[in-house]
């Protein structure tokens, strides 16, 4: 327990700001911008040590944050805040035989929770609470103590507006994030800490990031 919280206290200084912007017409055009801070833990097998192998790789973890949303096409003239909560479960694998002092590999999996907005519609206030799903494929650089992260994902929010009525929209984007990874088993290491910071952009102005390019 202490090990995690020395992990998040490292995180929440690296909290990014972070955009969205849905790439179709036929999605709303809505602009986030935030932060967001994920904290978790995972397995590794058959685990890691001096000897390359091919890993299986599974993360649980939370994430949670607060992000501005602007919405430019449905429903005009929406904007506030949307503070969430959600817990998260990745899994997948080597891309190539690892180490205890590097590897690269491609997971993917999705976080659900909760989401509170707060804010106006066509200059009246609103809040509503609801449900948030993201679904991503990532890719994975690990160097030493020094894990990137970077894909596509997909987000679905659900909100029910107190005044009434539903709303529902959908973005796809980017994200990149850096985390500390810290083994909590030895010598090989089958388990593992990790927290960070996660950041989306775009994926209609830019590819998504390679997370190689992150690390060293």
């Known amino acids: 327990m202490r090990q995690i919280k020395r992990l998040i206290a490292v995180a929440i200084p690296l909290v990014s700001v972070f955009s969205v912007l849905a790439p179709t017409p036929a999605q709303a055009s809505t602009l986030v911008t935030g932060g967001a801070v994920a904290t978790g833990t995972g397995t590794i097998t058959p685990g890691l040590s001096t000897?390359?192998?091919?890993?299986?790789?599974?993360?649980?973890?939370?994430?949670?944050?607060?992000?501005?949303?602007?919405?430019?096409?449905?429903p005009a003239g929406t904007s506030g805040t949307v503070s969430f909560d959600m817990?998260?479960?990745?899994?997948?694998?080597?891309n190539a035989p690892e180490t205890s002092a590097s590897g690269e590999g491609t997971v993917t999996g999705n976080c659900t929770g909760t989401g509170v907005f707060e804010g106006t519609h066509n200059g009246t206030t609103v809040v509503g609470t609801g449900s948030v799903t993201v679904t991503c494929n990532l890719v994975y650089s690990r160097r030493g103590g020094a894990v990137a992260?970077?894909?596509s994902c997909t987000a679905t929010a659900t909100v029910n507006n107190v005044l009434?009525?539903?709303?529902?929209v959908s973005t796809n984007f980017c994200v990149v994030g850096e985390f500390v990874f810290v083994p909590t088993s030895a010598p090989t290491t089958n388990s593992y800490a990790l927290a960070g910071s996660v950041q989306s952009y775009s994926s209609k102005t830019a590819p998504c990031q390679n997370a190689k390019s992150l690390i060293p």
């Open 164 to 168: 009434g009525g539903t709303y529902t």
């Open 87 to 94: 817990n998260c479960l990745f899994q997948g694998g080597s």
């Open 149 to 151: 992260v970077s894909g």
């Open 51 to 74: 000897v390359p192998a091919g890993q299986a790789v599974r993360f649980t973890g939370r994430v949670t944050g607060s992000v501005a949303v602007v919405s430019t096409t449905a």
